[in-house]
């Protein structure tokens, strides 16, 4: 069975950092792209980051770049978000996903107050 | 940045037939646009319906499919179930960024 669990999320003030970690087991993690989406209270979804499948080439979203890295480790199967300089609209529940396999996380809640 | 467009809500009577739609601000959705769809109920993680217009997953029930349609992905519903009554996103790809539709909050009733 897929599986992806995300860890690392928290309250934290503005302008402070959070490392999310997510943990792959069941599929070839090291053969998909992976993804970083996030979901906002009662909004719809949004992508964050991707990160192709040995870890060379990456991607962000406008709202995030120069402020989060997404980088991955297939050696231990786990996808990473370094998230620095954040602000209060980075509040969101933060969902790992393999997009392609179709497996999604339960999502870490990451609070910046 | 390009903007995906969806129907901010549908509703669809048990057991009949309804077309979801996903449009881009840049033009038609071609197929190397690679639509996704989605569906998430309250309180739960996303789940992957549709890749690549068309595909289903092993989990993806009969009743769904999805299609290029008129410049836009789309997914059709046929023989809509109570279960089905969720959210729907697509996903699209231009030049290697991803972006999100609004959703479309589908009501069966």
């Known amino acids: 069975e897929m599986q992806l669990v995300e860890s690392g999320g928290g309250l934290v003030q503005p302008g402070g950092s959070l490392g999310l970690s997510c943990a792959a087991s069941?599929?070839?993690?090291?053969?998909?792209?992976m993804y970083w989406v996030r979901q906002a209270p009662g909004k719809g979804l949004v992508w964050v980051a991707k990160?192709?499948?040995?870890?060379?080439?990456?991607q962000y979203a406008d709202s995030v770049k120069g402020r989060f890295t997404i980088s991955r480790d297939n050696a231990k199967n786990t996808l990473y978000l370094q998230m620095n300089s954040l602000r209060v609209d980075d509040t969101a529940l933060y969902y790992c996903?393999?997009?392609?396999?179709?497996?999604w996380g339960q999502g870490t809640l990451v609070t910046v107050s | 940045q390009a903007v995906v467009t969806q129907e901010p809500s549908l509703t669809v009577s048990p057991g009949g037939t309804v077309t979801l739609t996903c449009g881009f601000s840049?033009?038609?959705?071609?197929?190397?646009?690679?639509p996704f769809w989605f569906q998430q109920k309250p309180g739960q993680a996303p789940r992957t319906l549709i890749y690549?217009?068309?595909n289903k997953y092993s989990w993806t029930p009969a009743r769904f499919s999805g299609s290029l349609l008129g410049g836009k992905a789309a997914l059709t519903l046929s023989g809509a179930q109570p279960e089905d009554e969720a959210e729907y996103y697509c996903l699209l790809f231009n030049g290697g960024i991803a972006v999100f539709g609004g959703g479309t909050q589908l009501t069966v009733l």
């Open positions: 840049t033009g038609a959705v071609a197929s190397g646009h690679l």
């Open positions: 069941g599929f070839s993690f090291s053969g998909h792209w």
């Open positions: 996903a393999g997009v392609r396999p179709g497996c």
């Open positions: 990160i192709n499948s040995d870890g060379t080439s990456t």
């Open positions: 690549d217009a068309n």
